[in-house]
């Protein structure tokens, strides 16, 4: 289990996930997909539903939860996507820090800098990203980091046809534990539901969301399975 866990750290972490919970990884991807996308359609019709009662709101999500159930409700939401944004934010530093390391020892044989140093590292790197904003400020940022993703992905695959399965190549021994760490994976992985009412706030025409989550969610599902 060990040897699991440090295996599925960063991009690969999801396919590696699906090849160690078996064929019926692939349902499971499924049914997260399905769930995501119902989900985030109604998500998107929810918030055109409580823009127009509140033209100028500034925190849909929390709208949201306030139209369905009062203040209750905003304050439930709110607490919510926060636990969840912070914990996103935390793993992604860590996945981050955890690739940066790697990358050092690979490359230069050295490991004088140390992870925790790397988690350092690249919290100041996102804390920096940060400062661009959010919604048409960090247009820039949004446009790198999409074709960051596709160089690597394209740079992944080239290096999966360039060395080929290995001669010594034994499948994953499927266990429950590895299992439940593999759907763990795939809900991690389609768990953004929280910025969807943020990005659609941005749009200059918001109903025009749902013409382009399918194709997200098509690219999403091709970068994690393929490489």
Not at 49 to 67: A, L, N, R, T
Not at 81 to 94: D, K, P, Q
Not at 169 to 193: C, D, N, T
Request: charged residues 10%; contains cysteine; positive net charge.
């Amino acid at each position: 289990s060990s040897g699991y866990q440090r295996r599925v750290r960063g991009i690969l972490g999801v396919p590696q996930a699906l090849s160690y919970s078996g064929y019926s990884g692939i349902g499971l991807m499924l049914l997260c997909v399905v769930v995501a996308s119902y989900t985030g359609l109604t998500l998107s019709r929810n918030w055109l539903h409580v823009k127009d009662q509140y033209p100028h709101c500034s925190k849909p999500y929390q709208s949201i939860g306030y139209s369905a159930y009062g203040r209750f409700g905003e304050i439930i939401v709110q607490v919510c996507a926060t636990v969840t944004l912070v914990g996103g934010c935390c793993a992604y530093v860590l996945i981050a820090a955890q690739s940066l390391a790697n990358f050092i020892l690979t490359v230069f044989e050295s490991d004088s800098i140390g992870y925790r140093s790397c988690v350092i590292i690249m919290g100041i790197v996102f804390l920096l990203v940060l400062i661009f904003g959010a919604g048409r400020e960090s247009l820039v940022v949004a446009i790198s980091a999409t074709i960051l993703s596709l160089l690597f992905t394209l740079l992944i695959i080239f290096g999966i046809v360039q060395t080929g399965k290995p001669v010594n190549y034994q499948p994953f021994k499927i266990s429950a534990k590895s299992w439940f760490l593999s759907f763990g994976k795939f809900l991690f992985a389609f768990g953004g539901h929280s910025a969807f009412p943020n990005f659609q706030k941005e749009m200059k025409n918001p109903r025009k969301l749902s013409l382009f989550y399918p194709s997200g969610i098509l690219n999403q599902i091709s970068s994690f399975i393929f490489p």
